[in-house]
């Protein structure tokens, strides 16, 4: 009994730290939103007659969006004379030979472009933009991705925001031309227009560290040299290299009323991506740069802090999996997250601040009249975030145990009305194994809400359900956005039999997959229905015992409960004790029966009758305790870590042949290069 106190007091410890901390980092973002809201500093600006300057634009393996943004470019009203286009192009399909003719035609209208190739992808983006600092001599250096579509006035109303020789970059805000899309891009849009309007926004009219968003912006060359360059030791070389600016003593600003428009991923697959890209590399550079923040004396003390909350934000996303798992055990372990103390409470707080009520409050603050379109979607951001935890959970581990991954692009498909359809372009990416464990935690979750409702606590059930729901969305999506098809495939092209094959078998597998998904729920509600719910029903005929005095209905709660009570066994299969023995169970209801059948032949005002009653309450409270402290471990029996082997084994058995399937597809590939 006491290493089940021990496990079940271990998991509360978690559950509470965990709480502690979301709701630290929550009431951080508040604390921006009012720095936001309350500092609204003017952006003074300076007449320049048009600088030269030289724009990067960093492209690989977009054939999509690549001439659409060169295109963009040239369309500026800006001297030629004065604009220095270097197309930074490690791209090794089509996009290569598109390129080329783009930016030839240009050169015959007189423009400064060049079409740069590296011998290798040496760094990703990071080393092209190095790559390309080495013959820049131009004071400004812009910076645009490829899905970006900069409007022609652009370079004529960021370049005057260099007022003070101080201010190293400006970071404008990203628009997004395919908003409306789907239910993804408009949680995509409203999670960045937070970051932008909220995070960029206070630190940008404050004394806070703010960073660059890697495209879209304006640095001075002096200001990254400076710095030290750019570094590819992370995934976001673009925060790495403003952080490092900012500790030299440079200042950034974000201009808020300047958007450039770009493509929102509208596959699944691409925003996971992204987003783990964006969690892993936001950790590696809380490991690279937070000692060197914290040890230089001229960075205010608020500064280290919010640099610390910005550079390890995305913990948030274990600690919240790890409240996922905890809270279930500690439903069923009858722990009661009330009136134990204050500090549980802390949990219930911080699902209330992160609720809908703040965020409309923000919403209103933000977005003026517009606000009411924006809520709506908040109910889709809420799900998307909670759905997204697994992937980025495994992308914090990443960071955190140094796993080696090379940089991989958000493919863009040249999406911007409803009606265009990306599903047969190349670049499609299938699904990964990080799908099997959003999953595994959706159905976890439905567990975890049976529990909630089962053991009178359902308050905490839609707080189960809001992340349950969120993990079967996301998986969802990720399968039925995953297509097989060979990058190097032109439109208009007629698959190949081995395509065919490749999606035929994907078609058996995802239907595989949600065969074996409605199976694992149907077991775990069966075994819930079979182990776990009859143990709770004998706890309600022991709340019974305790609160009746007549001998009749004890006895009926008692003969009920040897009904439910398994007739022998011990969940507790490693190190078990005899407290939670059913088959003493049994004995201790048997003798329990036997004194009440003795009680109830004695006058009820009797001593006797009093001290008898007194023994059985004693015995119910304790009978009550042990099934309590058994509880758990019905949910980790033998046969369930059996069941729960084979059927992860069959989704991963299910993942192999899809892998081999692409690494067929691959080598066909490579053998017609």
């Known amino acids: 009994m006491e290493i089940v106190n021990t496990f079940t007091q271990f998991v509360f410890d978690l559950f ?6 979301i709701t630290a980092y929550t009431c951080n973002f508040y604390y921006l939103a009012y720095l936001s809201t309350r500092r609204n500093e003017k ?11 030289t724009i990067h634009l960093p492209i690989y393996n977009e054939k999509y969006v690549a001439a659409r943004l060169v295109h963009a470019i040239c369309s500026m009203d800006y001297p030629k004379e004065k604009m220095r286009i270097m197309v930074l192009d490690d791209s090794d399909d089509e996009t290569v030979g598109l390129l080329e003719s783009v930016v030839n035609d240009y050169k015959v209208k007189g423009f400064n472009i060049e079409h740069i190739r590296r ?58 031309i395919n908003e409306n899309y789907s239910a993804i891009t408009q949680a995509q849009a409203l999670s960045l227009d937070f970051h932008f309007l909220i995070e960029q926004k206070a630190k940008s009219n404050s004394h806070l560290f703010m960073n660059f968003n890697g495209t879209a ?23 790495d290299l403003s952080y490092r600016a900012q500790m030299n003593g440079w200042k950034c600003l974000f201009l808020p009323d300047i958007v450039v428009d770009a493509e929102l991923p ?11 890209r964006w969690a892993k590399g936001s950790i590696q550079c809380a490991i690279k ?23 390890t934000r995305h913990v948030v996303y274990p600690f919240a999996l790890l409240q996922f798992l905890a809270l279930p055990v500690l439903l069923a372990s009858e722990v009661n997250l009330y009136v134990i103390s204050f500090l549980p409470m802390i949990s219930i707080a911080a699902y209330i601040v992160m609720g809908p009520g703040a965020y409309l409050w923000i919403l209103q603050k933000v977005f003026n009249d517009s606000w009411k379109s924006k809520a709506k979607v908040l ?13 980025n959970t495994v992308a914090v581990f990443d960071a955190v145990f140094g796993k080696k991954s090379e940089f991989l692009r958000t493919p863009k498909f040249g999406i911007v009305k409803k009606t265009d359809d990306w599903r047969d372009k190349a670049y499609n990416l299938p699904f990964t194994k990080t799908t099997l464990l959003e999953i595994f935690f959706g159905v976890y979750g439905l567990v975890g809400i049976l529990v909630s409702i089962f053991t009178n606590n359902p308050i905490f059930a839609p707080i189960i359900g809001v992340q349950t729901v969120g993990f079967f969305y996301i998986a969802f999506l990720s399968l039925s956005h995953s297509r097989f098809k060979r990058n190097k495939s032109c439109q208009n092209r007629v698959p190949t039999r081995e395509e065919k094959v490749a999606n035929h078998i994907y078609k058996i597998a995802v239907g595989g997959i949600v065969t074996i998904i409605i199976f694992g729920a149907y077991m775990a509600f069966s075994g819930y229905n079979s182990d776990i719910y009859p143990l709770d029903r004998a706890r309600g005929h022991l709340d019974g015992i305790g609160a009746s005095s007549d001998p009749e209905t004890i006895l009926a709660h008692l003969k009920a409960i040897k009904g439910y009570l398994p007739k022998e066994g011990n969940p507790v299969w490693l190190f078990p004790t005899e407290t939670t023995n059913f088959a003493r169970m049994q004995a201790d209801v048997d003798v329990m029966i036997a004194g009440v059948e003795k009680i109830a032949t004695v006058p009820r005002d009797s001593s006797a009758f009093h001290t008898g009653m007194l023994d059985v309450k004693e015995r119910a409270l304790t009978l009550t305790k042990n099934i309590i402290d058994a509880t758990p471990f019905r949910y980790v029996s033998v046969s369930n870590i059996i069941f729960s082997t084979i059927w992860i084994a069959a989704i991963i058995g299910i993942f192999a042949v899809l892998k081999r399937k692409k690494e067929q597809l691959k080598a066909l590939d490579e053998s017609e290069v």
């Open 217 to 239: 912006g304006i640095w001075r060359r002096k200001c990254i040299e400076d710095a030290g360059g750019w570094h590819t030791a992370t995934l976001v070389e673009d925060l």
């Open 43 to 53: 952006y003074n600006t300076i007449q320049f007659d048009a600088p030269p300057i």
């Open 379 to 391: 109910p889709t951001l809420m799900i998307y975030n909670a759905g997204l935890s697994v992937n």
């Open 16 to 21: 509470i730290i965990a709480a502690i901390l």
């Open 266 to 276: 509208v596959q699944m697959n691409a925003a996971k991506r992204q987003q783990f």
């Open 289 to 311: 740069l937070l000692g060197d923040i914290t040890l230089k004396r001229k960075v205010a003390i608020e500064a280290k802090i919010q640099a610390f909350v910005q550079l």
């Open 119 to 176: 011998a290798t992808r040496s760094g990703y983006k990071a080393g092209a933009l190095k790559f390309a600092m080495k013959s820049t001599n131009t004071e400004f250096v812009a910076i645009f991705d490829a899905d970006f579509i900069p409007p022609n006035w652009f370079l004529k109303k960021a370049i005057p925001h260099f007022s003070k020789p101080n201010i190293g970059f400006i970071q404008c805000k990203w628009g997004h």
